[in-house]
Each structure stands twice: as C-alpha cells, then as structure tokens.
C-alpha cells in the first residue's frame, strides 16, 4: 500500500475513535444544564488556567534547550518556545507527528560547523525528545506514589480495579518490557556488525548513533539540578491548571442547575488540591490514546474519574473536562499560530 493512502488510512481512523468517544461522552447530556453551568461558572480561572499553559510550554522550551546545548551551543530560548507551540499546534490535527516537526524545527535553525553541516542534526534531536518524554513519564509515576501516599483509602481502589488489576489480567508488563529491551538490543547490535557492509546499514548505523548522542545529552548537562527545577515546575504548573478549572465549578449558583447537578456540585466545592492532583494524573493517563487533539479520549477518561471516585454525574464531569480540555487547546492553537506566524514573518 502507498505510504501516503497508509497515513490517510491511520489518521483517519485515529479521528474515528475520537469522534466515536466523543459521541458515547456527550450522549444524553442534558445540553440546558451544560450551557448553564458553562455561563455560570468563573471564567477569570479559566483564563488563568490558559495563561498557566502557555506558561508550560515556555518552561518545556528552557528544560529541553538545556538538552540541546551540548549538541548545538548557539540553541535560544525562543528557538524552543517556537517549536513546541508548533509541536503542540500539529499535534491538534495529527497525533504524535507534532513531535517530528519541533525535531525538524530545531535542525532548520541549528547553526553549521566549519563544513557547513547542521550541529543539531535530526537523529540527535529526536533522542533529546526521547529523554523528555522519557523524564514525563518518570515525573508520571512519581505523581502517582505521592498520590497513593497521600490517600490510598480515596485512590487506591481506583487504581488497583482500573489500572493494575487490569494489566495483570491482560498481559504480563515485565515480560513485554523484557522482550522489547532484548529485541531493542539485538537490533541496535545488528546494525553495528553491518555498518561497513553496505551504504544503508552504515546510515541506519550513524541514524542509530545520533540517537544515542542526543539522549547521551541529559550526561553532559551543565547545572542539572536546573533541570530537575524546571521539571518540577512544569508539573506544578499542570496541577495548578487542574485547580483552576475546579475552582471555576465552585462559582456556579446551585439554585440555577436541575436538582441533580446542584447536589454534585456540593461536592465540587469540596475538592481540595490533592483532588486536583488527582484529576491532572487522569487527564495525562488519557493522552496514552493517539486521537487528534485528544478529543474524546480526555473527555471520557476525566469524567469517567470524577464518576468512580466522587460519584458526581458524568454530565458535571463532562463540563469539567469540556473547559480544561477546550481552554487548553485554545492556549494550544493561540501559542501555536503565534510561533508559526513569527517564523514566517523572520523567514521573510
């Protein structure tokens, strides 16, 4: 099959399940009360949650520029900012291929060395990319141990019944990870002992090593502990968008909602910051699912969580990712176009 009916194909079908989950999330919503709790709610957090996103992705540019200076020393902060926003504004059409145009972005503005060659190359760029996701999904876990620290009698049977039971009773992870590393491994020592054998195996080989210089990068860091500052302040950002949008529920008027979205939203006002905590961790547990933008899967997750752990009505749980969700990808194509339009105009 042709690579490009191939990728029409896959997006196409990754658009379907987005479409389909949204379809099954809004099903039956009483649209009165979603238009109401919308107009009702504070919208001044809202924008403060967007203006905190934004926020993030300038934070993301500064932690992973300190991955790319030992590649490319001249690397800016704006060079950054710029092809994250990008990053995130493709990510919105086409799941995951966001993170190929940023690598590509930071190739095109990498200066060259005395043979005119680009210092950032595209290998070395997508293992800095690596090591960032890397680091998220480490940051991730840590997120999830304080949360069980801190209230395993609220959280810990939601993730023993919806996560680790779940897995254990499909398939054993260690031996998927075992069989990846190995195989991971033998290919990478494959393609060393053909390296001189023939002129593709030689560039898989150098695609090969420029990988492992770019995630070789995280060794050569200077001032690491900067690194680790701006991790943990990217994470707090994110839980501060999550409070945001929970204390935007708070200001709805109960006596203008039906009966039953006005009981749950006496519970809404009793979320506390770990509850936020919590709800960020879903809300990241749902990008796992590669539909455009999200769209569908965060919906159905983050409300799916407020329904298993507090017992509030899918329909409020729903107006509560429709605003974290919609107001961040907002930020998303706002920052986005942004950055797009300050590259064509320095282009020109």
Same mark, same amino acid.
């Given at each position: 099959?042709?690579?490009?009916v191939s990728?029409?194909?896959k997006?196409?079908l990754?658009?379907? &399940?987005?479409v389909?989950?949204? +379809?099954?999330?809004?099903?039956?919503?009483?649209?009165?009360?979603f238009g109401?709790?919308l107009r009702?709610?504070?919208?001044?957090?809202?924008?403060?949650?967007?203006f905190?996103?934004?926020?993030?992705?300038y934070?993301r540019?500064?932690?992973w520029r300190?991955q790319l200076l030992p590649i490319?020393?001249?690397t800016r902060s704006?060079?950054? +900012?710029?092809?994250?926003n990008i990053?995130?504004l493709v990510?919105?059409?086409?799941p995951?291929?966001g993170?190929?145009?940023r690598c590509g972005?930071?190739t095109?503005?990498?200066a060259?060395?005395g043979e005119g @060659?680009?210092l950032?190359?595209m290998?070395?760029?997508?293992g800095?990319v690596l *090591?960032?996701r890397?680091?998220?999904?480490?940051?991730?876990v840590l997120?999830?141990?304080?949360?069980?620290?801190?209230?395993?009698?609220?959280f810990?049977?939601?993730f023993t019944?919806?996560?680790? $039971?779940?897995?254990?009773g499909?398939?054993n992870?260690?031996?998927?990870?075992?069989?990846?590393a190995?195989?991971a491994?033998?290919?990478i020592?494959?393609?060393r002992?053909?390296?001189?054998r023939g002129?593709?195996w030689?560039? &898989?080989?150098?695609?090969?090593?420029?990988?492992?210089?770019?995630?070789a990068?995280?060794?050569?860091?200077?001032?690491?502990w900067? +690194?680790?500052?701006?991790?943990? &302040?990217?994470?707090?950002?994110?839980?501060l968008?999550?409070a945001?949008?929970?204390?935007?529920?708070?200001?709805i008027d109960?006596a @203008?909602m039906s009966?039953e979205l /006005?009981?749950?939203l006496v519970?809404?006002?009793s979320l506390?910051?770990?509850?936020?905590?919590?709800?960020?961790f879903?809300?990241a547990?749902?990008?796992v699912?590669?539909v455009p933008?999200g769209?569908g899967a +965060?919906h159905?997750v983050?409300?799916?969580a407020?329904?298993?752990?507090y017992?509030i009505p899918f329909?409020?749980?729903?107006?509560f /990712? $429709?605003?974290?969700?919609?107001?961040? *990808?907002?930020?998303d /194509?706002?920052?986005g176009?942004?950055?797009y339009a300050y590259e064509a105009?320095?282009?020109?």
């Amino acid at each position: 099959m042709d690579k490009k009916v191939s990728n029409i194909l896959k997006y196409a079908l990754w658009i379907g &399940v987005a479409v389909m989950l949204l +379809f099954f999330s809004f099903r039956g919503v009483d649209w009165k009360d979603f238009g109401m709790a919308l107009r009702g709610c504070r919208w001044e957090y809202v924008i403060l949650s967007m203006f905190l996103g934004a926020l993030v992705f300038y934070v993301r540019g500064l932690r992973w520029r300190m991955q790319l200076l030992p590649i490319d020393p001249s690397t800016r902060s704006l060079t950054c +900012f710029n092809a994250y926003n990008i990053c995130m504004l493709v990510n919105l059409v086409l799941p995951r291929v966001g993170e190929v145009v940023r690598c590509g972005y930071i190739t095109k503005n990498s200066a060259r060395d005395g043979e005119g @060659r680009r210092l950032a190359t595209m290998d070395k760029v997508i293992g800095t990319v690596l *090591v960032d996701r890397l680091w998220d999904a480490v940051s991730l876990v840590l997120v999830l141990v304080v949360l069980l620290s801190l209230m395993w009698d609220k959280f810990g049977a939601f993730f023993t019944q919806n996560i680790f $039971t779940g897995l254990s009773g499909r398939v054993n992870l260690g031996w998927v990870l075992a069989f990846l590393a190995v195989s991971a491994a033998g290919f990478i020592w494959l393609c060393r002992c053909l390296r001189d054998r023939g002129r593709i195996w030689g560039r &898989v080989w150098g695609f090969i090593s420029g990988i492992g210089e770019g995630l070789a990068t995280c060794l050569h860091m200077e001032r690491g502990w900067l +690194f680790i500052f701006y991790t943990v &302040v990217i994470w707090c950002l994110y839980w501060l968008m999550s409070a945001c949008i929970m204390w935007s529920l708070q200001g709805i008027d109960p006596a @203008r909602m039906s009966p039953e979205l /006005a009981e749950a939203l006496v519970k809404i006002d009793s979320l506390t910051m770990v509850d936020a905590l919590f709800l960020m961790f879903a809300g990241a547990l749902s990008s796992v699912v590669p539909v455009p933008g999200g769209f569908g899967a +965060f919906h159905t997750v983050v409300a799916g969580a407020l329904v298993s752990i507090y017992g509030i009505p899918f329909g409020l749980g729903l107006i509560f /990712a $429709t605003l974290s969700h919609e107001s961040q *990808v907002i930020t998303d /194509a706002v920052c986005g176009a942004c950055s797009y339009a300050y590259e064509a105009l320095h282009k020109s």
